[in-house]
Nanobody, 115 residues
Framework: QVQLVESGGGLVQPGGFLRLSCAAS????????MGWYRQAPGKQRELVAA???????NYADSVKGRFTISRDNAENMVYLQMNSLKPEDTAVYYC?????????WGQGTQVTVSS
């Protein structure tokens, strides 16, 4: 069973940047399309970026042009580079599969964008 551990969140000013990391245990990681999700207080969890096992990416309109998802199958890692951050990006960010079987959710990493 793959386990997911997110890291890299923090407090950043509007216009700033962060790079989130997701470490996945287990040898089956590379078969999954992976995604980054976020959940803001009082809102449902939403998928903001996805990457297939071959590296094709897709983004929610709200982050397109600002966020970049990538993966390293050899290291079992998924990354989210977040630039030009806005207050509305404030949320807990999680990684998980982007299609098919959902893995157990990790603890997430808090991103707060505020001046």
């Amino acid at each position: 069973q793959v386990q997911l551990v997110e890291s890299g969140g923090g407090l950043v000013q509007p216009g700033g940047f962060l790079r989130l990391s997701c470490a996945a245990s287990g040898s089956r990681f590379r078969i999954y399309a992976m995604g980054w999700y976020r959940q803001a207080p009082g809102k449902q969890r939403e998928l903001v970026a996805a990457i297939t096992r071959g590296g094709t990416t897709n983004y929610a309109d709200s982050v397109k042009g600002r966020f970049t998802i990538s993966r390293d199958n050899a290291e079992n890692m998924v990354y989210l580079q977040m630039n030009s951050l806005k207050p509305e990006d404030t949320a807990v960010y999680y990684c998980n599969t982007a299609a098919g079987q959902t893995l157990p959710w990790g603890q997430g990493t808090q991103v707060t964008v505020s001046s």
